[in-house]
């Protein structure tokens, strides 16, 4: 019944940081921002949600700073991924150079938001937190864990059928393309032994490579565009079964957590 619980609590928390947009107070206070610029706005949410993934582990874990940054996933070395994730989404940049031309209308500032600071800020919502809480401390098992995630990350991206104005078949395709990504970031996110920077970098480079050749204004995407991300898909999949050991073996070569470990090593960790 513990777990059970604090599940449901972990799913509030996604919840409410997911949706923090649309409550009324950040409302006013995105809308205010957005006189200025756009990207203060979307700044200013993606804070926003790390302090509120930052504010449970201390609320629920009594966590402190370091051990919370820890957690999420944070604070593992950003080298390996970095070069995992230039690999593996190479068939995207091959692909969409070859087929498209680079968007013009690209800016720097759009491009590291896109690209960069807003998948960061879902990597530590969504993997960091919601998935590695559920997963790992609430009990659920991984396909419970990154399905829930999942649903709410699709769910998240349908503001797309506005901005790309598709159909309601064209929304299904977003929520399903968007989910599945989801599913892969926490495989990664597992398979990695909760490095962040895994799918975080995994994410960013599919973004950055699927904004900068302008493929399309929404996550479906044509034939050809599918056919290069479906093979990044695959070689992070590849590379990651022979890279990393299984979930299994990594838990028993290092514990998740000082809250997991045996007491003399609980101790040295402190």
């Avoid at 800020?121 to 864990?145: C, D, K, M, S, V």
Wanted: net charge positive; aromatic share 12%; glycine share 10%.
């Amino acid at each position: 019944m513990r777990r059970f619980i604090r599940g449901l609590g972990v799913l509030a928390v996604l919840g409410l940081a997911s949706r923090l947009a649309r409550l009324p107070g950040a409302a006013f206070l995105l809308a205010q921002l957005r006189g200025w610029s756009a990207y203060a706005s979307g700044a200013t949410i993606s804070v926003l949600q790390a302090l509120i993934c930052l504010a449970a582990l201390r609320l629920t874990r009594r966590m402190g700073l370091r051990r919370a940054l820890r957690e999420l996933g944070l604070l593992a070395s950003p080298l390996r991924p970095l070069a995992f994730a230039l690999v593996v989404t190479s068939p995207m940049l091959i692909g969409y150079a070859a087929t498209s031309s680079l968007d013009r209308q690209a800016t720097v500032v759009g491009l590291l938001f896109g690209a960069f600071l807003w998948p960061l800020a879902e990597e530590i919502l969504y993997r960091g937190y919601a998935f590695g809480q559920l997963y790992r401390h609430a009990g659920w098992g991984f396909w419970p864990a990154a399905l829930a995630t999942a649903a709410v990350f699709g769910f998240g991206h349908l503001y797309q059928m506005v901005t790309g104005d598709l159909t309601l078949l064209g929304g299904l395709g977003v929520f399903l393309i968007t989910a599945t990504g989801s599913v892969l970031f926490s495989w990664l996110f597992l398979r990695w032994s909760f490095n962040l920077w895994v799918p975080s970098g995994v994410h960013a480079l599919m973004n950055l490579w699927w904004m900068l050749f302008a493929v399309d204004q929404t996550a479906l995407g044509g034939w050809l565009a599918n056919a290069a991300r479906a093979a990044t898909v695959v070689l992070a999949i590849v590379v990651t079964l022979v890279a990393t050991p299984s979930p299994r073996r990594a838990q028993e070569r290092e514990p998740a957590s000082r809250d997991d470990a045996p007491p003399l090593l609980r101790e040295a960790m402190a």
